[in-house]
């Protein structure tokens, strides 16, 4: 049995689905601040709260556990700036938590939900793993904190670990039975897409002065479909005995903000109102993956290499929410 913390959530619920699809239990630890109970369809629940070790302990109970795969997390840069506490208490305290009732239940094996944030600004694009971490954001440094006592406790424990350093996560399950659902939604591509559906009276583009050719900020996009497999085939390394590791999960290719805008333009056939907005505090210029290390160590590589792929599914994604 596969325990999923925050298997209700965005990218939780497509890695629940694809391992569910190829025969494998899952046990969903969920408090459903941000995740959502309909996206939780093919495993066992236990609704409960990382920052309540009763609530953690029962999450273990009945089964044996093999790997703990680890979603849990609050996940808004701006709100992280505001509100730290939130983050060093839910990230940081919870992701504690967690790892004392996997020792308690003698379960040595987790994947963890890493960030390209925790690069900050990096000296080289595409960024290998080997650029130092930096973070610029509290959200990023509670995930590089997160990092460091995995390292630890790789050290020091029989615990083995694989970080997924995850870049601009996107699109949707192509059967459209889940997607990304935030609330507030403050992602580009859904609020583009929004735009677009005449849902919002306008997309702003946060900054257009930028050291890049048109101005606005590169991001490399990846399919949540892609990410999916990418942690099964992390979790099928870590059960074979594959040895700890952080790793880049990207697709080696960005995309601007305006490239971004037009593209939507483009897919839907809609034109919407652009505006130019201010920078928002804490946006690296460019963020570009170098993902050989995944290639490598995982034998993974995205299937939706076309942003244009990806924008569709989550075009066709949001056309089912609307209806
Ligand atoms: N962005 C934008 N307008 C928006 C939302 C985002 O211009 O309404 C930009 C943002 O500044 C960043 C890129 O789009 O450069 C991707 O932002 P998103 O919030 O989707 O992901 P992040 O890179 O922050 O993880």
Same mark, same amino acid.
């Given at each position: 049995m596969i325990l999923i913390t925050g298997g209700a959530g965005y990218i939780g619920s497509h890695t629940h689905k694809l391992l569910a699809s190829q025969g494998r239990h899952c046990r969903i630890f969920d408090?459903?601040?941000?995740?959502?109970?309909?996206?939780?369809?093919?495993g066992e629940l236990v609704e409960g709260d990382l920052l309540n070790p009763a609530d953690l302990n029962r999450a273990f109970v009945g089964g044996q556990i093999e790997a703990v795969i680890h979603f849990a997390a609050k996940a808004y840069v701006g709100e992280s700036m505001e509100n730290p506490a939130k983050y060093y208490q839910n990230n940081v305290t919870g992701t504690l938590n967690l790892l004392t009732a996997m020792q308690a239940h003698g379960v040595d094996k987790i994947l963890f939900s890493s960030t390209?944030?925790?690069?900050?600004?990096?000296? @080289?694009?595409?960024? *290998?793993?080997s650029e130092v971490p930096r973070p610029i954001n509290v959200y990023g440094r509670t995930k590089r904190m997160i990092e460091q006592i995995l390292e630890d406790y790789s050290d020091a424990y029989r615990l083995k670990y694989t970080a997924l350093r995850y870049f601009n996560a996107a699109g949707a399950d192509l059967d459209l039975e889940i997607g990304e659902r935030h609330q507030p939604e403050t992602h580009a591509i859904p609020l583009a897409i929004e735009a677009a559906m005449g849902l919002r009276p306008s997309f702003t583009i946060f900054? @257009?002065?930028?050291? *890049?050719p048109d101005g606005t900020c590169i991001r490399d996009y990846i399919h949540v479909a892609d990410l999916a497999r990418a942690h099964q085939l992390a979790l099928d390394r870590l059960l074979a005995g594959g040895d700890s590791l952080k790793v880049n999960l990207g697709c080696n290719q960005g995309l601007s903000v305006l490239e971004l805008v037009q593209q939507v333009k483009e897919l839907s056939g809609r034109d919407f109102k652009v505006v130019q907005g201010q920078r928002r505090p804490g946006d690296p210029a460019e963020l570009c993956a170098d993902n050989q290390m995944a290639s490598q160590e995982l034998g993974w590589k995205p299937q939706f290499e076309d942003p244009r792929s990806i924008i569709k599914s989550a075009w066709d994604w949001h056309q089912k929410e609307n209806h």
């Amino acid at each position: 049995m596969i325990l999923i913390t925050g298997g209700a959530g965005y990218i939780g619920s497509h890695t629940h689905k694809l391992l569910a699809s190829q025969g494998r239990h899952c046990r969903i630890f969920d408090n459903f601040s941000t995740g959502h109970k309909d996206f939780v369809k093919w495993g066992e629940l236990v609704e409960g709260d990382l920052l309540n070790p009763a609530d953690l302990n029962r999450a273990f109970v009945g089964g044996q556990i093999e790997a703990v795969i680890h979603f849990a997390a609050k996940a808004y840069v701006g709100e992280s700036m505001e509100n730290p506490a939130k983050y060093y208490q839910n990230n940081v305290t919870g992701t504690l938590n967690l790892l004392t009732a996997m020792q308690a239940h003698g379960v040595d094996k987790i994947l963890f939900s890493s960030t390209c944030a925790v690069y900050g600004v990096p000296n @080289q694009v595409p960024i *290998t793993e080997s650029e130092v971490p930096r973070p610029i954001n509290v959200y990023g440094r509670t995930k590089r904190m997160i990092e460091q006592i995995l390292e630890d406790y790789s050290d020091a424990y029989r615990l083995k670990y694989t970080a997924l350093r995850y870049f601009n996560a996107a699109g949707a399950d192509l059967d459209l039975e889940i997607g990304e659902r935030h609330q507030p939604e403050t992602h580009a591509i859904p609020l583009a897409i929004e735009a677009a559906m005449g849902l919002r009276p306008s997309f702003t583009i946060f900054g @257009q002065d930028y050291p *890049t050719p048109d101005g606005t900020c590169i991001r490399d996009y990846i399919h949540v479909a892609d990410l999916a497999r990418a942690h099964q085939l992390a979790l099928d390394r870590l059960l074979a005995g594959g040895d700890s590791l952080k790793v880049n999960l990207g697709c080696n290719q960005g995309l601007s903000v305006l490239e971004l805008v037009q593209q939507v333009k483009e897919l839907s056939g809609r034109d919407f109102k652009v505006v130019q907005g201010q920078r928002r505090p804490g946006d690296p210029a460019e963020l570009c993956a170098d993902n050989q290390m995944a290639s490598q160590e995982l034998g993974w590589k995205p299937q939706f290499e076309d942003p244009r792929s990806i924008i569709k599914s989550a075009w066709d994604w949001h056309q089912k929410e609307n209806h």
